[in-house]
């Protein structure tokens, strides 16, 4: 079956723009997480949804960063007036959450944005 | 808060074993994961750990101890192809926290 899409793939972005970031998980999927990853590190946790409660979002640097589920599938994460250190991949992950503890986390392809 | 720490860089040859440590201090913890990830490319889940004990799973098998704060994953007869970044990740509630990734490289 498909598995986590991401679009666009690659986003170059002047420095002061907007910019847009969109996830489309597993059907079905309850759960759906938000990443950042810089060159050479882990992941980094951002924000989490289940359906489209936006449980928690302690990740998120700045309040330049928002995210939204409204529906319980598709998600967006917006990036305000994007600065030079929000370049990186942004990771989109969703699980079925057979068990709370017990989950497989599958990621999409990410989006690698460049801010110049 | 947590901390989790494997080797930057590892080589190896092919059809040799490798053995990649990673440690941790966390508060909360559901469990042990590992992930590989080739150069610009997603994650992909290898392994889940919760009990103590060794888990294997064809050519990988990941080991964990909860009292010591200590996992390992073992890939066994390595091929070319499992060159990749591996990542170790604890989980807390639902969310992952990931260290920096072993980076291995499998030379002929």
């Known amino acids: 079956g498909a598995g986590v899409s991401q679009s666009p793939r690659y986003k170059v972005a002047k420095r002061g723009q907007d910019v847009a970031l969109r996830c489309d998980p597993i059907?079905?999927?309850?759960?759906l997480f938000w990443y950042q990853q810089a060159l050479g590190q882990g992941p980094e946790f951002l924000t989490y949804?289940?359906?489209?409660?936006?449980?928690?979002k302690s990740g998120l640097p700045s309040d330049r960063f928002f995210a939204e589920r409204p529906e319980g599938s598709v998600s967006t994460l917006k990036i305000q007036r994007t600065q030079q250190e929000d370049s990186a991949v942004y990771l989109c992950a969703s699980s079925f959450q057979v068990q709370v503890g017990s989950y497989e986390q599958y990621f999409g392809p990410g989006t690698r944005l460049t801010v110049t | 808060g947590q901390n989790i720490d494997q080797p930057t860089e590892m080589t190896a040859t092919e059809g040799a074993i490798v053995q990649i440590n990673c440690t941790y201090q966390?508060?909360?913890?559901?469990?042990l994961f590992w992930y590989q990830q080739h150069a610009g490319e997603a994650p992909t889940f290898l392994s889940y750990?919760?009990?103590?004990g060794l888990e294997e799973k064809g050519r990988f098998s990941s080991f964990l101890s909860r009292s010591k704060g200590y996992s390992y994953l073992l890939l066994k007869e390595l091929q070319m192809k499992d060159s990749a970044s591996y990542l170790c990740?604890?989980?807390?509630?639902?969310?992952?926290?990931f260290g920096t990734g072993t980076r291995l490289l499998v030379s002929p």
């Open positions: 966390t508060s909360g913890f559901n469990g």
């Open positions: 949804f289940q359906n489209e409660a936006q449980l928690d």
């Open positions: 059907s079905g999927h309850v759960s």
């Open positions: 990740a604890t989980s807390g509630f639902q969310k992952l926290v």
């Open positions: 750990n919760v009990l103590d």
